[in-house]
């Protein structure tokens, strides 16, 4: 196409766009309250942009730039549409159009800066308002509540600067600086760089972790001058919990898409959408990783600043894309929950037992795969607190508690997993008894028995072969055990432990993952195979003098840290050719893996390197292999295998005993 | 054996193992793809070759072959990974060559007589008498049973 066809497609579809950016106007006049219009009009002002920049129309670009800022607070209620805002928009649109035509006839585009700076006026009031959103994400929520547990304060500092202040970035760095002098600066909103350069109006937020009172934090500010107000606010516990994402207290301000909160998510607008187009996003995204981790290799390589910057920059990004990505995964545990209720009830009086049970947290969100595969577990674990754990309401009676059981079943979020519990006021678990049956099912010996502590005898419910029904009942005991549920519940990347006390009840806890889909491996070479680690699996790696290693009734052991530790040799467990015939050099890499406080080392060729991984399936036809949890596709394209750290060690301990 | 193919006949992909022409359904073939890097994967029968990187999703590969109890061939410029799914899953196919789609007129399909050449009967679905040549067709859900996966799983 020659520039001039290109120019008659854009004249065309300008008209078009200003055609319809009027219509869409007068809609909006006649009904304020509908955003609908707004929404429309944002697109096409969008699209006008896109098209002139392309065209090299700069001004026609600005004008549409501003125009759609200014559409974008009246979207965001930023606040009530004012007749002025009106007449700016059709001024605007006005202008557009005979920009278009100016285009057409190949004549100069006008000069819009007059209007440019009308609509400016609007937007600096929209960057004072939404920048007051205070939000934390995990790692900042953790790190205060760390904070508050040894013994500091956690405060969140609002500093508005008064109208006449002339270097406002100067009057936010002393307050920085005095804010540091009483304590650590953890967070800035907006950011240092932001307000070093002015891009603030007159408020921002410092969150200062201190030993320093609230009355001193606040008099070492009242020094500075031309501070209209400064607001300390002390952030307990809860405070931090209500701000996980969410506006800052005192702030109700018109809240950005990205830092709506989950629990209102019904409020907002939504779409459904198929599954399997979400997977294929998913899939897009992962290759997108693997590409990514190639260029960051590369850049490695190259050394250039400008190429590294990029890099950086995209990973910014995709860290954002990707919690985005993963959200849209993410599904409340309501759904799983619901069918609970009625199925508790049919239980409860098929068993002859009264119970009421309650749910909380069923706004808790998983990412879909979990949510699909939690039920059976659940299920389980309530019919085992049913049948095992609550009394009849006789013997309830009899030993005075009320005649109603209770069961809870509730879902939160702590640090980075959800968590799941089921509790009953049931009888509890008597150690004993489940010592003896270890005992009598050959599961532990006798000496070993007497080392347990509460937590690893409670953990021997979990082994295979185990089931602590006096009989065999038609509602559990089906020769199904805890056992079956743990596999399944590891097999989703997460774990379950639980606690008892005799007379008063039992807690099963299950722990999950949030995201599944992608991890940080450590890719290992053995022989001419890799294989992925994953990383929160991995205590410490380490080169070993081939000296080093010990036999100990011919299982090759290692001493780390004062402890005997089990060595596994990787291309053992996957039958790996060796190189050159198996001839060693004298040191060997060691990964050593925990699960729990379970310690085994993996004997590798090499270490090559930290990686985001995405987890995938090996698909249904391979469903379980022993000792691989998944596949990655690396950055060459070819297929690493993601290792099961926790069956090896089980083997391990299953061979020990 | 009285299937759906009495009445309309269907098109089937060809594809060749040894002397032999195999028919696998086309509407249960999603595409064939030329050799690739196979990862291995431990633990699993001598037929799974491994997995593939398919577009982004990691598929298992089985040797036919091998399946089948042939003997092996060293993979050539001709080899090709026909990719196949059953209901539940989604595998490819080792075979020495992939080339034709042919349409089996009704009619033609017989059970497959015992003792035919190597493979075992409980994986055919039937012959196609052809003009010029015998196709066997293959039943896909019975190579595909996963109780032979955790058969030899077990085994090991």
């Known amino acids: 196409m020659s520039d001039q066809t290109y120019l008659n497609v854009f004249v065309e579809e300008g008209r078009e766009h200003v055609q319809r950016m009027n219509t869409l106007l007068l809609d909006l006049e006649n009904d304020p309250e509908n955003k609908e219009p707004v929404q ?3 697109r096409s002002a969008h699209t006008l942009k896109g098209m002139s920049a392309t065209m090299g129309f700069e001004t026609m670009a600005d004008l549409t730039h501003e125009l759609e800022n200014v559409l974008q607070q009246v979207r965001d209620g930023v606040h009530p549409l004012k007749d002025e805002t009106m007449d700016i928009l059709f001024q605007g649109v006005d202008r557009l159009e005979m920009m278009v035509e100016q285009a057409a006839n190949g004549e100069p585009l006008a000069d819009v800066s007059d209007l440019l700076s009308k609509l400016r ?3 600096e009031e929209k960057t004072a308002v939404t920048q007051q959103d205070v939000s934390f994400d995990g790692y900042e929520r953790e790190l205060f509540e760390t904070s508050l547990d040894n013994g500091y304060y956690v405060f969140l500092v609002k500093v508005t600067l008064s109208e006449q202040c002339v270097l406002k970035g100067a009057r936010a760095y002393m307050v920085y600086e005095a804010l540091e002098k009483t304590g650590d600066v953890a967070k800035a909103v907006p950011s240092v760089e932001d307000l070093e350069e002015e891009k603030f109006d007159r408020t921002f937020h410092f969150v200062t972790i201190t030993k320093e009172e609230e009355q001193h934090v606040k008099r070492s500010l009242e020094q500075i001058s031309e501070l209209e107000s400064v607001d300390v606010t002390a952030l307990s516990r809860d405070a931090l919990k209500q701000k996980q994402g969410v506006t800052a207290k005192g702030d109700v301000t018109a809240k950005t898409v990205r830092s709506a909160p989950a629990h209102k998510a019904k409020a907002t607008k939504s779409i459904r959408v198929d599954i399997e187009r979400l997977d294929a996003l998913m899939n897009l995204f992962s290759e997108w990783v693997i590409d990514r981790g190639r260029i960051e ?4 390589e190259l050394n250039r600043a400008d190429l590294t910057e990029v890099v950086e920059h995209m990973n910014r990004i995709g860290s954002e894309l990707q919690e985005t990505v993963l959200n849209l995964r993410m599904v409340p545990v309501e759904q799983v929950f619901n069918r609970f209720p009625r199925m508790v009830r049919d239980l409860a009086k098929e068993l002859n037992k009264d119970v009421q049970l309650e749910i909380t947290g069923a706004d808790t969100e998983l990412d879909r795969t979990v949510i ?15 049948d095992h754990g609550l009394e009849t309401p006789k013997e309830r009676r009899e030993k005075g508690k009320p005649e109603t059981g209770h069961i809870s079943l509730r879902a939160f979020y702590s640090g980075n997993h959800a968590f799941i519990e089921i509790a009953d006021d049931g009888a509890g678990i008597s150690r004993d008894k489940v010592l003896q049956k ?3 099912n050959g599961i532990i010996d006798r000496e070993s028995a007497d080392k347990l502590g509460d937590a690893q005898v409670y953990d021997l419910l979990f082994a295979s072969g185990f089931s602590t029904a006096e009989q065999v ?6 020769g199904v055990g805890l056992d079956v549920v743990r596999t399944k519940i590891e097999s989703l990347g997460g774990s379950v432990s639980v606690q008892s006390e005799e007379g008063k009840g039992t807690t099963f806890s299950i722990q999950l993952p949030l995201t599944l889909s992608i991890l940080t491996a450590l890719l290992v070479r053995t022989g001419d195979e890799t294989y992925a680690i994953p990383i929160n699996a991995i205590l410490e790696t380490g080169k070993f003098d081939r000296s080093e290693i010990q036999k100990v009734h011919g299982q090759p052991v290692l001493r780390f840290r004062k402890r005997i530790v089990p060595l596994v040799p990787l291309h053992e467990v996957f039958s790996v050719p060796q190189r050159d015939g198996g001839v060693h050099n004298d040191s060997v890499f060691v990964v050593i893996v925990k699960k729990g406080d379970q310690l085994t080392g993996l004997v590798v060729d090499e270490l090559l390197g930290q990686q985001e991984v995405v987890l995938k399936s090996l698909g249904n036809y391979l469903n379980q292999v022993f000792a691989i949890s998944g596949a990655t596709i690396l950055g060459d394209g070819r297929v690493a295998l993601i290792v099961d750290t926790n069956a090896l060690i089980q083997q391990q301990e299953a061979m020990a005993v | 054996m009285e299937t759906r193919v009495a009445e309309t006949g269907r098109k089937v992909i060809v594809f060749r193992l040894g002397e032999e022409d195999y028919g696998v359904d086309v509407q249960q073939v999603d595409s064939i793809e030329r050799m690739q890097p196979i990862t291995r994967v431990a633990n699993v029968p001598d037929f799974v070759q491994g997995v593939i990187n398919l577009r982004g999703v990691v598929t ?7 399946k089948f109890g042939m003997p092996q061939k060293e993979h050539d410029e001709s080899t090709r990974i026909v990719i196949v799914h059953t209901e539940n899953v989604q595998v490819g ?3 020495d060559s992939a080339h034709d789609v042919m349409h089996i007129p009704a009619g033609v399909v017989e059970e497959p007589p015992s003792g035919l050449g190597e493979v075992d009967a409980r994986y055919l679905e039937g012959v196609a008498k052809l003009e010029d040549r015998l196709l066997v067709l293959l039943n896909l859900d019975r190579v595909l049973s996963r109780e032979d996966v955790r058969e030899i799983q077990k085994e090991d």
Do not use: C, M, Y
């Open chain 1, 40 to 42: 429309e009009l944002f």
């Open chain 1, 121 to 123: 006026g609007g937007e």
């Open chain 1, 297 to 300: 290799q590369i850049a490695g």
């Open chain 1, 372 to 386: 699909d595969e939690i039920g059976d577990p659940l299920v389980h674990l309530l019919r085992n607190a049913l």
């Open chain 1, 438 to 440: 270890a005992l009598k």
């Open chain 1, 473 to 478: 009942t038609d509602v559990s005991g089906r």
């Open chain 2, 60 to 66: 298992p590969v089985i040797d036919l072959r091998s």
């Open chain 2, 93 to 95: 196919l080792i075979v």
